[in-house]
């Protein structure tokens, strides 16, 4: 397991600490790739200078670089900003500072899960490597004492404002688990199921951003999890249908188009096109296809067969 410690302000953290978020977005101005961390290690934050502490940290997730918009939509004020001007400012603010030229919507985000803040009683002094000169971050690896003392002081607060009491090495380990450990929030989701797919309806294969939605197999509201294979990247008119039950798709990953939108609407002919067709588009990875439980709970549930 490795540690990030990167460098942020004191807004960002003040703001994120009020909200009591259950994901964050640390975003940066460019679309440079991140590659420091795995996924589930660790992300801590320090505030910039006088602060020389370490406050608040979360699991990483993914880098994806996303449309502004996109950001605002997926993960609001979880950006560290209270509004999409605010955030679109702030952008602006630190391009122009890095000598960042052009018009690139995109913006770089660091994507994490079940983030933690801490008191300022609990601020953890920067490690004894630390240099002033250090502008974006400092990875630092479990092997290493400095990098063992660092993930120790923080297990032992995690575990203290949680639980109210001390925690031994042991106790901390927890924090290194698998994904069952870290759960992910809405805005994870959705941008896990957007990559997952290329950015194309897996019915479709339109790759017009705007009108693609990741769309939950089985619903959050009962009880499905923000996972990859419970997701699927859907037109927003398709998303609509599987949602109301007028489309399924089966173990095959075949559409399954219901008789009821025709005797409901007296037309479909756009989306009985695609009746019976294997899915245009699937994720690469066999683990982020959906998932046979959840097409079989959507098939038993909600579609009008």
Not at 55 to 78: C, H, M, N, Q
Not at 83 to 100: A, F, P
Not at 125 to 147: A, H
Not at 236 to 263: A, C, E, M, N, W
Request: glycine fraction near 8%; hydrophobic fraction near 35%; include cysteine.
């Amino acid at each position: 397991m490795k540690i990030y410690v990167g460098v942020t302000d004191k807004n960002w953290f003040d703001l994120l600490k009020e909200s009591n978020c259950d994901e964050v977005n640390f975003w940066k101005p460019g679309t440079g790739n991140f590659k420091a961390l795995e996924f589930n290690d660790l992300f801590l934050f320090k505030l910039h200078s006088p602060y020389n502490y370490i406050v608040d940290g979360g699991f990483y997730v993914r880098f994806s670089a996303l449309p502004t918009y996109l950001a605002w939509e997926s993960f609001g004020i979880k950006n560290g900003t209270r509004t999409l001007s605010e955030l679109e400012d702030r952008i602006r603010k630190y391009r122009t500072r890095n000598g960042i030229v052009g018009g690139n919507p995109l913006i770089g985000c660091i994507i994490l899960t079940e983030p933690f803040f801490f008191d300022e009683q609990d601020w953890i002094p920067v490690p004894e490597d630390w240099k002033n000169s250090i502008v974006q971050g400092k990875t630092y690896s479990l092997d290493t004492q400095i990098g063992k003392r660092l993930y120790d002081s923080v297990a032992e607060r995690i575990q203290r404002t949680h639980t109210g009491i001390s925690a031994t090495a042991s106790d901390a380990a927890r924090y290194s688990e698998s994904m069952t450990r870290h759960r992910l929030g809405q805005g994870a989701f959705r941008v896990l199921v957007t990559d997952a797919y290329h950015r194309r309806c897996a019915v479709t294969g339109e790759k017009t951003l705007p009108v693609l939605e990741a769309a939950h197999i089985k619903p959050y509201a009962d009880q499905g999890p923000h996972v990859t294979n419970n997701g699927i990247l859907l037109k927003s008119d398709f998303h609509t249908l599987f949602d109301k039950g007028y489309i399924t798709i089966d173990r095959d990953y075949r559409l399954d188009v219901s008789p009821r939108l025709h005797q409901d609407y007296g037309n479909g002919r756009d989306y009985y096109k695609y009746h019976g067709q294997r899915l245009f588009n699937l994720p690469d990875q066999e683990s982020q296809r959906p998932g046979r439980e959840f097409l079989e709970w959507h098939n038993e549930n909600v579609f009008l067969g």
